[in-house]
């Protein structure tokens, strides 16, 4: 049976004089203060199937202080397994029952289980006790958006086609195993031949004959996994199952890639962001431009801070809008956690509008400064050019905050998979940010 804390803790569980292993301690404490938290994290390892009787597993304070543990110091699971049987600090942190290893693998598939509404709910604790003890009061606030990558590889409609050819190919390799007798041919280096050979080829036209060959190839393959799928309707076992699984879910996703290759390449078709899809294993990325930068594939999150530098709230956003469509719908989300509009607001020059400036103000912000003024006057802004140029400088801060958590805690780059663990992985980096901080200004 799976107990929600270590009852008895060690008496060998000692933090270090480090300043790291001090800061492991004040994080503790504040964890210490707020064992309700735990059964949110409980409900989420029943859910994947934890039964109440049984083996014994690991509890789900451990759960959740190991979780942390691997943010807050940017650890795979294999280095996070290492550390807790390694250091004294780390094993004090998580409270492991006295003699407790984990493997990677249970690290895995406890950590992943704790879902992004969990940590959301851990991050507004968190952000009651700032403001209970006068370190965050949310009246003074700054907004921002980034890019957080996916994990895929960068998007090309030939490496995307023979993604989808080597992926059916398993599939029908699978299907063999399991009793199918449709004859087919494995085309996958005839695939990667082609998809070379385009990288490498100038022009388009030449280009051309090269997709009409590899779209090809894939629609053949394709063929012959539908054939495989209606001779398997009623394959026998759990493994059978599985296989049809797997077929429904990427055969809607080929066609797409087929479809979107064949308007782009042959017919020439400007197709709209929305409507690709840049990663056949990743399919929930978006596109997104900020300006006139890079092409990032991921999602854009919208970020607010306070003068603490806490994370006070952020939205994963789907697609890519305009940072002019967020701004009132994070204030609305600020007001109804505080309970009271924010005195002052920054935000950056995207957010600017004359409807956000006017809507702000109705709501009760006192000063809304836009770090671009985009046809505003600064006077219908804020009292004063002091004020604005105070706040100005004061959003700009907020880009040391976003380059922090993206060196530091992984936001650049999520290395979970599935928009659920996607999620998830963001919020778990925002909570040990912010944990982390807490600590840092929580008088000693």
């Known amino acids: ?25 004040a994080m503790s404490q504040w964890l210490d203060a707020h064992r309700d938290l735990l059964n949110l994290v409980t409900s989420d390892l029943r859910r994947q199937g934890v039964t109440e009787t049984g083996r014994q597993g690991l509890p789900s304070e451990a759960v959740l202080r190991c979780a942390l543990l691997k943010q807050y110091r940017q650890l795979s699971y294999e280095e996070l397994a290492f550390h807790l ?8 942190f998580a409270r492991l029952p006295w003699g407790w290893s984990p493997k990677k693998s249970v690290l895995h598939k406890t950590i992943s289980a704790i879902r992004a509404d969990t940590w959301e709910a851990v991050n507004k604790m968190l952000l009651a006790s700032a403001r209970q003890e006068r370190l965050e009061s949310g009246r003074v606030v700054r907004v921002d958006s980034t890019v957080t990558a996916a ?15 080597r992926v059916m190919v398993r599939l029908l390799q699978q299907a063999d195993s399991l009793g199918s007798t449709i004859p087919w041919h494995d085309h996958c280096r005839a695939a990667k031949k082609r998809a070379r050979v385009i990288e490498y080829t100038r022009g388009r036209p030449k280009r051309v004959q090269h997709y009409r060959a590899l779209l090809r190839i894939a629609r053949n393959t394709l063929d012959y996994l539908q054939q495989a799928a209606a001779q398997l309707p009623l394959a026998a076992g759990p493994a059978g199952k599985l296989w049809q699984a797997q077929v429904r879910h990427y055969q809607p996703l080929i066609t797409q890639i087929i479809a979107q290759t064949e308007r782009r390449v042959l017919a020439g078709e400007a197709v709209p962001a929305g409507e690709k899809l840049v990663s056949l294993f990743e399919p929930h990325a978006d596109i997104i431009v900020k300006g006139s930068r890079d092409v990032d594939y991921g999602h854009k999150l919208n970020l607010t801070t306070g003068r603490s530098g806490l994370i006070l709230d952020l939205v994963i956003e789907a697609g890519n809008p305009a940072d002019s469509e967020r701004l009132l719908p994070l204030l609305e989300r600020h007001i109804a956690f505080y309970g009271e509009a924010p005195r002052q607001a920054a935000a950056d020059g995207g957010y600017a509008s004359r409807e956000n400036l006017r809507q702000a103000k109705a709501w009760g912000v006192r000063d809304m400064a836009f770090h671009k003024k985009s046809g505003l006057r600064i006077e219908d802004m804020v009292r004063s050019r002091w004020v604005y140029r105070k706040l100005r400088n004061f959003r700009a801060g907020i880009e040391a905050g976003i380059s922090c958590l993206k060196r530091t805690y992984g936001l650049a780059r999520c290395t979970w998979r599935g928009l659920d663990h996607f999620k998830t992985y963001v919020w778990s980096s925002v909570v040990a940010y912010n944990l982390a901080l807490f600590a840092r200004l929580r008088p000693t």
């Open 151 to 165: 994990l895929i590889h960068e998007p090309s409609d030939s490496s995307l086609l023979w993604d989808c050819v």
């Open 1 to 25: 049976m799976r107990q929600e804390r270590t009852v008895q803790g060690s008496i060998f569980d000692l933090f270090a004089e480090h300043e790291i292993g001090r800061e492991l301690e």
């Open 85 to 92: 049987e390694d250091s004294a600090s780390f094993r004090a």
